[in-house]
């Protein structure tokens, strides 16, 4: 079992920034793909980012709307996974959530991932 805590949402200006962390604990490993979704209004869970650990080298993925604003990291010693949100827009509103898989790839499909957070909510002002 792994327990998830999203923390650091908040209401920011168009244009600002936010950073959002995510706690892991239980049954976690360095070999574990963790990423970040958010949830909208009305509307689907989308992909913003993961990260994998492999054999010294870290590999991220990005969803085409948050890349080059966005950047995601973790703190292996710390189990903590964090979201460096840029350059805001009211389009980035939503509930995101910190996610853990087993495996090898960094999946885009929610139905992927084996653990969830409970979300914390990003509300961007224009």
């Known amino acids: 079992q792994v327990l998830l805590v999203e923390s650091g949402g908040g209401l920011v200006q168009a244009g600002g920034s936010l950073r959002l962390s995510c706690v892991a604990s239980?049954?976690?490993?360095?070999?574990?793909?963790m990423a970040w979704f958010r949830q909208a209004p009305g509307k689907e869970r989308e992909f913003v980012g993961g990260?994998?650990?492999?054999?010294?080298?870290?590999?991220?993925n990005y969803a085409d709307s948050v890349k080059g604003r966005f950047a995601i990291s973790r703190d292996y010693n710390k189990n903590m996974l964090y979201l460096q949100m840029n350059s805001l827009k009211p389009e980035d509103t939503a509930v995101y959530y910190c996610?853990?898989?087993?495996?090898?790839?960094?999946?885009?499909?929610?139905?992927?991932?084996?653990?969830w957070g409970q979300g914390t909510q990003v509300t961007v002002s224009s």
């Open positions: 239980g049954r976690t490993s360095i070999g574990d793909i």
């Open positions: 996610a853990v898989r087993g495996g090898a790839v960094i999946e885009t499909t929610p139905k992927n991932y084996d653990y």
């Open positions: 990260i994998k650990w492999s054999g010294g080298v870290t590999d991220t």
